[in-house]
C-alpha cells in the first residue's frame, strides 16, 4: 500500500470529494498539512518519510529537501501550474518525477487579473473602505473601455484576460516567446515585442513563470519604458516584479497603480506598498475558486496516479532532467 502526502490547505474531502474519492480508491494511507499553511523546508522533511507520491502545494520544495528526500518517493504532484518552488532538476536527477496542472485554474486567475484591473482602475477598495467608515468622497477613475492592454506571457491565463478584454473593446497587444498566431488572428490580439507592449499599454497585465530569465523583468528600466500612469497588474509570480522599483515609480507618478496577487515574500507583512490607495493587493487568491480548486485537485491526483501505476502522464514538467 503506498503512502501519499498531500499539502495544499484547500484540497480537502468537502470541497474535492471526486479528487479525494480517486486518492481513497487508490490508497488509504494519505498524511495531510498539519500546519494548514505552506510548509518550510524543515517542516516538510519530516513527513516526507516513506512517502511514495506527494500532491504539493506551494511548499519549499528546495534541493536540500530532495537532498533529504526518502528513496520510496517517485512523484512530486503540484496542485497548480507554477513549480518555481520545487527544484525540479534536483528531483530529476534523483528520477523523482514533477508534474503540474496546467490550464486548471486558467479562467480563475485571468477573472482575478481583470478584477484587479478594474479596481485598481476605479480605485474601488478605497472607495469601499472610505464609505463603510461614513465618508462620502469624490473619486475620478479611469475607464477600461477602449484602452490598450499589453498582456505578457500568452498562455492559458493570459489568453483568459484577453478574451475578457475584447468585451471590454480594449485594443490587446501580447508578448511570448512561444505565441499562439492562431489564437491572435481569432480574437484580435496584436502580436508584439516586449518593448513594444510596455511603451503601447495603458493596462499591463503578467502571466510569466518564474525562471532566471524573468526574475525582475519589471523593474526601474522595464518601468520607464512604459507609459506614465500605466497599471500593472501582477497575478503570476512574486518574483517577476522588482517591488522596490514599482515603489519608486508609484511614489514618483510614473505608474498610475499596481494590482497584486503575488508578492516576493508570502506573507508580505507591512509592505512599503500598501501605503498607496491606488495599490490593490490580495493573499494569491487567484486560483482559490470552488471550480479551479476541483479542477486542480482532480488533476493532480491524476497525474499522481498516473505515475506511480506507470501509465503516461502527459503533464510531466522535468522530463530533461530525470536519468
Not at 30 to 48: F, G, K, M, Q, S
Not at 63 to 70: G, S, W, Y
Not at 198 to 216: A, C, G, M, R, V
Request: glycine share 10%; charged share 20%; hydrophobic share 40%.
Amino acid at each position: 500500500m503506498m503512502k501519499i502526502l498531500v499539502t495544499p490547505t484547500s484540497f480537502n474531502r468537502e470541497v474535492c470529494p471526486e479528487a479525494w474519492h480517486m486518492l481513497e480508491q487508490f490508497t488509504s494511507e494519505i498524511v495531510c498539512n498539519p500546519y494548514n499553511r505552506p510548509l518550510t523546508a524543515d517542516e516538510l522533511i519530516p513527513l516526507l518519510e516513506g512517502v511514495d507520491g506527494y500532491i504539493a502545494g506551494v511548499d519549499d520544495v528546495s534541493a536540500r529537501v530532495i537532498e533529504k528526500a526518502p528513496s520510496t518517493l517517485k512523484v512530486i504532484s503540484r496542485y497548480g501550474v507554477g513549480y518555481d518552488q520545487v527544484d525540479i532538476k534536483a528531483c530529476g536527477q534523483r528520477g523523482i518525477v514533477v508534474t503540474n496542472t496546467p490550464g486548471a485554474n486558467a479562467e480563475s486567475v485571468a477573472d482575478l487579473a481583470f478584477g484587479l484591473m478594474l479596481s485598481v482602475a476605479r480605485q474601488i477598495p478605497y472607495a469601499d473602505e472610505q464609505t463603510k467608515g461614513g465618508g462620502w468622497p469624490r473619486i475620478t477613475g479611469l475607464e477600461l473601455y477602449g484602452k490598450t492592454l499589453g498582456i505578457v506571457g500568452l498562455g492559458a491565463i493570459g489568453k483568459g484576460v484577453a478574451r475578457r478584454a475584447k468585451g471590454f473593446s480594449m485594443r490587446v497587444l501580447a508578448y511570448d516567446p512561444a505565441i499562439d498566431e492562431d489564437f491572435c488572428q481569432q480574437y484580435g490580439v496584436e502580436i508584439s515585442t516586449f518593448e513594444e507592449v510596455l511603451s503601447n499599454s495603458d493596462f499591463i497585465s503578467l502571466h510569466l513563470p518564474l525562471k532566471e530569465q524573468t526574475k525582475h523583468i519589471i523593474n526601474s528600466s522595464t518601468i520607464s519604458m512604459m507609459k506614465d500612469g500605466a497599471i500593472l497588474i501582477n497575478t503570476a509570480r512574486g518574483g517577476l516584479v522588482n517591488e522596490q522599483a514599482v515603489y519608486q515609480a508609484l511614489k514618483s507618478g510614473k505608474l498610475g497603480g499596481f494590482g497584486m496577487d503575488v508578492f516576493e515574500v508570502e506573507p508580505p507583512g507591512n509592505s512599503p506598498l500598501f501605503e498607496f490607495k491606488n495599490v490593490v493587493a490580495t493573499p494569491h487568491m487567484g486560483s482559490s475558486t470552488v471550480e479551479a480548486i476541483k479542477a486542480m485537485a482532480n488533476l493532480a491526483v491524476k497525474n499522481l496516479i498516473d505515475v506511480l501505476t506507470g501509465k503516461e502522464c502527459p503533464y510531466i514538467v522535468n522530463r530533461e532532467y530525470l536519468k
